[in-house]
């Protein structure tokens, strides 16, 4: 099976689901993003870890992990398997002297503790076209005011297709993944 080895880019605020934030991964040749809508108490946890900062007490990634070391278990892989419905599906590769061990995990967590152990991140090439915005792409500077407002409303459908582009290049160079991604799936459905 084909897959893509993804790097953990960073974090956002999330502007469509209050309370909740971006966790923004890229695949290794920079030439994807792909936003996942996560949790804050697994973007805490994710940005602990990012910062290398030291907690008083342990957060549950890190008691997970010092469990499965205890038991003589190491989190090999994170691969992010399946994308419905706008849910990302990952499951953990564990291994011990005697065996692999696979479990289902939430994406959000799975990072969390890939981070943890510093192990790859995987997911499908099916994957990164239908969730990864691609970055990288020359885009207009006019028209900047129009993207902020626009994808917070209904109206976004009615721009043409070439308007639309012109939006997800630019919001993809501002970095505006989630707002990108919005754009993304409207021009995919335009283009059906």
Do not use: W
């Amino acid at each position: 099976m084909d897959r893509v080895k993804l790097k953990v880019l960073g974090l956002s605020y999330s502007m469509s689901q209050a309370g909740a934030y971006a966790l923004i991964l890229a695949d290794e040749v920079d030439t994807h993003r792909i936003p996942i809508v996560i949790g804050m108490p697994e973007a805490q946890s994710i940005a602990i870890q990012l910062e290398k900062m030291q907690t008083q007490r342990p957060l549950t990634h890190d008691l997970i992990k010092t469990l499965a070391d205890a038991l003589q278990t190491t989190l090999k892989e994170v691969f992010i398997y399946r994308l419905e419905a706008g849910i990302f599906y990952s499951e953990l590769l564990f291994e011990t002297d005697k065996m692999l061990i696979k479990i289902d995990s939430r994406t959000s967590d799975a990072i969390a503790l890939a981070l943890r152990y510093a192990c790859p991140i995987y997911t499908t090439p099916d994957i990164l076209e239908k969730a990864g915005i691609a970055v990288g792409q020359e885009s207009s500077q006019t028209g900047s005011t129009v993207v902020a407002s626009v994808t917070e409303s209904d109206e976004i459908e009615h721009y043409s297709t070439q308007e639309l582009t012109r939006m997800l290049n630019e919001a993809v160079q501002n970095e505006e993944y989630e707002k990108a991604s919005k754009i993304r799936d409207i021009l995919k459905n335009k283009t059906k």
